[in-house]
C-alpha cells in the first residue's frame, strides 16, 4: 500500500425520522491508503452507504453529520466551503451509485454526461474525453464502445447502464472512487469484467477504492481489507483473508455462511390449459431493434419459473411483453387460454389485476413523495374501491403480511432500508389479489441476510395465497433456492428450458455452463484463475483456429 489518502475519526451521523433525529452512525473510524481497496459490508441499514458517502462530504437528504473529522489527502473536508467540496468531488473523489437508472440524467445521452465532468472542471476538453470514453468502453466490455455513448440512459440495459456509471466515475482518473454496489444490477458473466476492470484500474493508477456491497464472494475478490458494520457501528475490521479464515463475531460468521434456504419443489401435475402461455412471441424496441424472437413458455399455477441469462438477453422485456408494457410484435400471450390484447391500455381493470410486477430498484419504483399507506393503498383503490377505514385497515394487514411494523404506515419511502422498501413494494402488488407476480430482480439490491427472508417471505406467501411467480433474476443462488422451473435465455432467445434439477445437473448446455462456472465462489483468488483459465483457453482456441487454417 502507498501513503495515507483518507482518514475518517469518530464520525457522527444522525437521520430524521418519526419526528426527531436519530443516531445512524455512531463513532465510526476507517482510514484508506492509495493503491487499497476497503470493502464496506452488512445487512441493509447497516449504514455502508452512508458512510461511503460521508468519507466525501456529502449526506443524502434528511441526514447531517454531527461530530468527528475526514481528513482527506491533507484536506479537513469537513472544515471546506460547499464550493470547495465540489472543486474536490468528480475530479479528485469520485461515486459509482447502487440504482443507474435513478442516477442517470434520461434526457442527455451517456456520452455527453461521461464528458461533463472533466470538461467543467477544466480537466479535458470535450473531444478528449469523448476519446477516453470510447476507450474505457470498451474496457469495460461495452457492446459497439465508439457508439454507445450516443444512446439515451432507456435505450441500453440495466446492466451496461451501470458499467456506464463505473466508466462516468473513472474519467477524471480519480485518487478516491466510492463503489456502492456497482454490480448489483449485472449478469454474473458481465459482473467479471467490471470487476476485472475495476481491479485493473485500482492498479493502474494506484486509486484508493471503497467497496461497498452485500454480496461478500464479491467484496472478496477486489478488497485488501473488510470492515463489518451493524446499525451504524462497527462489527470486525480485518485483513480479507484472515476475516475469511477466522472470523471472530458471530455475526461475520453468519454474513460469510452460505445460503441455507431451498424450497422444497413438490411434483405437481401438468394442467389442461396452464395458467400463462406465451406463444411465438417477437418483441422489439423502436420497430427496429428485436429484443425476443420466438419465444414460446408456459407458466403452470402456483410454481415459480426463474428466467436467467446476462444482461440484456431479453428476460425483463419478456416480462414487458408478458404484462403488455411492450406489447409484441407477433405471436400471442394467453391467461387461462384466453388470448390478453397486446397493450395493457386495451385490457381490462380485471386482466391488469390478475399480472402484477415487483420491480428490481424500489428506489425507483416507489415514489419518494408517498407515504407507505399510499403507495399499497393506491392499488386498494383502484381495483377495488376500497377507502376510508377499510382501506387502512387492510393496509395494516398487507404491513403485518409482509413482516413489517405498522407504524410504518406514516413513513416516506426514502425513510426505509432496501429490504423494507423491497416488501413495500411486495406488499404493494399483493393489495391487488393478483393471480401471477412477476418479480424482476426483487433480491439484487439486497444483502444476502435480507434476500434470504425476502425469499422466504415469497415462498410463505406462496403457499398462503396460491401464488405463481415468474423469477427473473441473474442470481444463481436465488434460482437454486425458489425454482421450480429454469428457463435459460440468450440475446432473445430461449436455448434451455426444464425443471431445476434437470437444467442444474450436468451436462449443462454450453451457456448454461458459462453461467455456472462465472458465480463468485468464497475464495479471494477465484476472480484471477478464473481470468488466467478462460485466457489460456481463449489462447488455446485461437492455436486450434491457427492450426486448422494451415493444414
Known sequence: MGERLLTVRNLQIEGFADDSWKTIVNGMNLHLDRGEVLGLIGESGAGKSTIGIAAMGYTRPGCRIVGGSIDFDGVQILEQSQEQIRDIRGVRMSYVAQSAAASFNPSHKLIDQYAETPVQHGVLKYRQATNNAKAIYAKLDLPDPNNIGNRYPHQVSGGQLQRAMVAMAMSCEPDLIVFDEPTTALDVTTQIEVLSAIKDVVKEFNTAAIYITHDLAVVIQLADRIMVLRYGELVEESATREMLSSPKQQYTRDLLAVRTFSKNVEDQDKEEVPLIQVENVDASYAGTVKVLEDINLSVERCRTVAIVGESGSGKSTLARAITGLLPPSKGTV????????????????????????????????????????????????????????????????????????????????????????????????????????ICDEVTSALDQLVAEEILKLLDRLQKELDMTYLFITHDLATVKAIADEIVVMLQGKIVEHGLKEEVLAPPHHEYTELLLSSVPEMDPDWLDQLLQSRAAAAWGRRQNQFCFGIG
Do not use: H, W
Not at 420491480?359 to 399499497?376: F, H, S, T
Not at 393506491?378 to 413482516?403: C, H, N, T, W
Not at 413513513?411 to 401471477?436: D, H, N, Y
Open 334 to 437: 394467453k391467461y387461462l387460454g384466453k388470448e390478453l390484447p397486446r397493450s395493457y391500455k386495451d385490457r381490462t381493470k380485471d386482466q391488469l389485476r390478475q399480472l402484477q410486477m415487483i420491480y428490481q430498484m424500489p428506489d425507483v419504483a416507489l415514489n419518494p413523495r408517498q407515504k407507505v399507506r399510499d403507495a399499497i393503498g393506491r392499488p386498494l383503490g383502484f381495483y377495488f374501491g376500497m377507502d376510508g377505514s377499510a382501506r387502512e385497515k387492510r393496509v395494516q394487514e398487507l404491513l403485518e403480511m409482509i413482516e413489517l411494523p405498522t407504524n410504518f404506515i406514516d413513513r416516506f419511502t426514502p425513510e426505509l432500508s432496501g429490504g423494507q422498501k423491497q416488501r413495500v413494494c411486495i406488499a404493494r402488488a399483493l393489495a391487488a389479489k393478483p393471480v401471477i407476480i
